[in-house]
T-cell receptor, first 113, second 113 residues
């Protein structure tokens, strides 16, 4: 069965500092992996996705993630945090199973001035 | 291109009542999936419809049902509401499977009193 683990339910960084949000997955076959961001009282916005074309994936708003099969990881990074990055971030996996995304528990990112 | 539209945005219902939520996908998308988001359980998959057929279903009781119309619009129904059904209900549409990606609506916030 597939699963996703996000390490750290809350991460706090200073403005301008590196953002690193961790995601590990479990899948018996090559997965499709996603990172979504959710602002308060909003839906989910896709940041980036891994579909096996390239292991380093660049997304919107300066975010990127690297797929590491040996570590079953798909960590999200951004070189320099901005106040507007404060939100909740979700990692998700699917195996092409008819619309079924398995989500991690989410990581709330706080950005201090 | 219009996004995924969910109506209503907010809803307050009484225990024992039933409720219907609506989702209009992105034009041309034939897959619509539904998720429940709560603080305790996180994001959980309810079901997915493709071309008016339920293609996948999560582990929810039979009180949760859905349907999809020929124009791909989808409705979700919850009968005999319980306090624990209070949640943000999110709908996502996709133009394909797996790595194609899923676009989410802003959600319907259901409060059961």
């Amino acid at each position: 069965a597939q699963s996703v683990t996000q390490l750290g339910s809350h991460v706090s960084v200073s403005e301008g500092a590196l953002v690193l949000l961790r995601c590990n997955y479990s899948s018996s076959v090559p997965p499709y992996l996603f990172w979504y961001v959710q602002y308060p009282n909003q839906g989910l916005q896709l940041l980036l996705k891994y579909t096996s074309a390239a292991t380093l994936v660049k997304g919107i708003n300066g975010f990127e993630a690297e797929f590491k099969k040996s570590e079953t990881s798909f960590h999200l990074t951004k070189p320099s945090a901005h106040m507007s990055d404060a939100a909740e971030y979700f990692c998700a996996v699917t195996q092409n199973e008819g619309g079924k995304l398995i989500f991690g528990q989410g990581t709330e990112l706080s950005v201090k001035p | 291109k219009a996004g995924v539209t969910q109506t209503p945005r907010y809803l307050i219902k009484t225990r024992g009542q039933q409720v219907t939520l609506s989702c209009s996908p992105i034009s041309g998308h034939r897959s619509v999936s539904w998720y429940q988001q709560t603080p305790g359980q996180g994001l959980q998959f309810l079901f997915e419809y493709f071309s008016e057929t339920q293609r996948n279903k999560g582990n929810f009781p039979g009180r949760f049902s859905g349907r999809q119309f020929s124009n791909s619009r989808s409705e979700m129904n919850v009968s005999t509401l319980e306090l624990g059904d209070s949640a943000l209900y999110l709908c996502a549409s996709s133009g394909g499977q797996g790595g194609y990606g899923y676009t989410f609506g802003s959600g319907t916030r259901l409060t059961v009193v």
